[in-house]
């Protein structure tokens, strides 16, 4: 992902913001597991939400 984003951990979600839209949807994980594993609909739905790239999100993401 490019260098202009911000990530901000909120109580159960990380607040993604890019290109003036926010993701408020990815998940913290279970319980305080702050690595979580993220279903792959999360980042396709971020990845459009956002107006991400698809190609760059599959180099920084595979």
């Known amino acids: 992902?490019?260098?202009d984003?911000?990530?901000e951990e909120?109580?159960?979600h990380y607040?993604?913001?890019y290109?003036?839209?926010t993701?408020?949807?990815l998940p913290l994980g279970r319980r305080g597991a702050r690595r979580p594993m993220v279903q792959a609909f999360h980042i396709r739905k971020m990845v459009t939400h956002l107006a991400i790239d698809r190609n760059c999100a599959d180099r920084?993401?595979?």
Request: net charge positive; proline share 5%.
């Open 1 to 3: 992902m490019p260098q």
């Open 19 to 21: 290109n003036g839209k």
């Open 10 to 12: 909120k109580l159960h």
């Open 23 to 25: 993701y408020r949807s």
């Open 5 to 7: 984003h911000t990530v």
């Open 60 to 62: 920084y993401l595979s």
């Open 15 to 17: 607040w993604v913001r």
